[in-house]
């Protein structure tokens, strides 16, 4: 008795049409439900009410959509009909209350940064249309390098790395063996008391160490590129927004995910037609 229960794949892909466009649940339903020509060009045969959208939130896991950045990272590389790409890696805060800025509180103590949620990004440096490899959402005071780990291991084994670049905030032995490990080159901004290359069993730290003293121009230019990152940041935001409008921890955390998949989707697009 009573209505069927709503298909999850159909729940993800208005999800999806939502952050891409920025839309509410109420005018995402409606959009749907003005074309047949639009629900089947989405595969969407039984289009749910936008409550009903709203409340299976909660059933979407993030695991879910961190393999759809997966899968669509691996179709932008195929695209490109490229084996090598350099990346980095960093975080940056989602609000979630209206008119707050990430820039204002980054640096301030950790009550402030729990009006935040943080999103941890693996990221391409390509010049145009950049990408995620993938994407981890956490609260808004964890630090990045713990997470380096995470995003390393849900990237595409398909995608092999050349370059990964880190602020001075990743700098750590294991860190640079970690990205060694999986075939990259760990390009990672020293600290001004960095004085030893001593490994420690460690032999990536040795190798990186020597290379910034003793190439130190083209070493900078390797880092210099992870600058892209900020800039993807900042272009992710202005186009989805600075904040999320969900009041559930999870539901928070699927709403960035989604736009994070929402960016590669439009990634895809336009690495496709050139």
């Not at 750590?172 to 490990?181: G, H, K, V």
């Not at 020597?210 to 800039?231: L, P, S, T």
Request: glycine share 4%; aromatic share 8%.
């Amino acid at each position: 008795m009573g209505r069927p229960p709503a298909d999850p794949r159909t729940v993800a892909i208005c999800l999806l049409i939502r952050a891409i466009f920025r839309l509410s649940y109420r005018s995402v339903y409606s959009l749907l439900a003005s074309s047949r020509e639009y629900r089947q060009i989405c595969g969407i045969k039984h289009l749910p009410a936008y409550n009903t959208v709203q409340e299976h939130v909660k059933d979407v896991s993030e695991g879910y959509l961190n393999e759809l950045v997966k899968q669509t990272s691996t179709a932008i590389m195929r695209v490109q009909r490229r084996a090598l790409c350099s990346s980095a890696c960093d975080g940056t805060g989602i609000a979630t209350r209206k008119y707050e800025r990430w820039f204002n509180v980054r640096n301030s103590r950790r009550s402030r940064k729990k009006r935040f949620v943080k999103l941890h990004a693996h990221v391409t440096t390509d010049r145009e249309m950049p990408f995620f490899l993938s994407a981890i959402v956490t609260k808004g005071y964890k630090n990045e390098s713990p997470r380096l780990k995470c995003l390393m291991r849900q990237k595409s084994r398909q995608i092999a790395l050349e370059n990964v670049t880190l602020d001075k905030a990743f700098l750590s032995r294991r860190n640079a063996q970690l990205i060694a490990d999986y075939g990259a080159n760990p390009v990672i901004q020293l600290k001004s008391n960095t004085a030893s290359a001593h490994s420690k069993g460690h032999p990536a730290w040795n190798r990186m160490i020597h290379e910034a003293w003793e190439n130190k121009e083209a070493y900078e230019e390797r880092y210099n590129r992870r600058a892209v990152i900020e800039g993807v940041f900042s272009a992710f935001k202005h186009r989805f927004g600075r904040e999320v409008a969900s009041k559930i921890r999870h539901n928070q955390n699927v709403e960035v995910l989604c736009r994070v998949a929402a960016w590669n989707i439009l990634a895809l697009a336009y690495h496709s037609h050139p």
